[in-house]
């Protein structure tokens, strides 16, 4: 598991590059502040995904969101990448959690 507070639009690790494993998101949870807010989830190499990036998905307009994934579920990273989020919109506090699996 991992969590994450967000206070502006950098972007921050969720779990860091391991070898050549790969990260399969089991469940994730954001919430805002107040405003509405579009969160990128983001994969790439090196601290906080510095490194070739690429968006896995994003979720556009969220107050507040949670959804499940199955263990081939499409939100993972690529062989050696690390899992990122990132938020865009009004600078605030922004909460990320997510519950994975790495191998």
């Given at each position: 598991?991992?969590?994450?507070?967000?206070?502006?639009?950098?972007?921050?690790?969720?779990?860091?590059?391991?070898?050549?494993?790969?990260?399969?998101?089991c469940?994730?949870?954001?919430?805002?502040?107040?405003?509405?807010?579009?969160?990128?989830?983001?994969?790439?190499?090196?601290?906080?995904?510095?490194?070739?990036?690429?968006?896995?998905?994003?979720?556009?307009?969220?107050?507040?969101?949670?959804?499940?994934?199955?263990?081939?579920?499409?939100?993972?990273?690529?062989?050696?990448?690390?899992?990122?989020?990132?938020?865009?919109?009004?600078?605030q506090?922004?909460?990320?959690?997510?519950?994975?699996?790495?191998?």
């Amino acid at each position: 598991q991992a969590f994450v507070t967000l206070t502006d639009a950098t972007v921050t690790a969720l779990v860091t590059v391991s070898g050549t494993t790969v990260v399969r998101v089991c469940h994730i949870h954001a919430t805002t502040s107040g405003a509405a807010e579009t969160f990128s989830i983001i994969q790439g190499t090196g601290v906080a995904c510095a490194g070739a990036t690429t968006t896995i998905d994003s979720y556009l307009g969220v107050l507040g969101f949670q959804t499940d994934y199955g263990a081939l579920a499409s939100l993972r990273t690529t062989f050696a990448n690390g899992l990122c989020v990132s938020q865009s919109g009004a600078a605030q506090t922004a909460s990320v959690w997510v519950s994975y699996a790495q191998y």
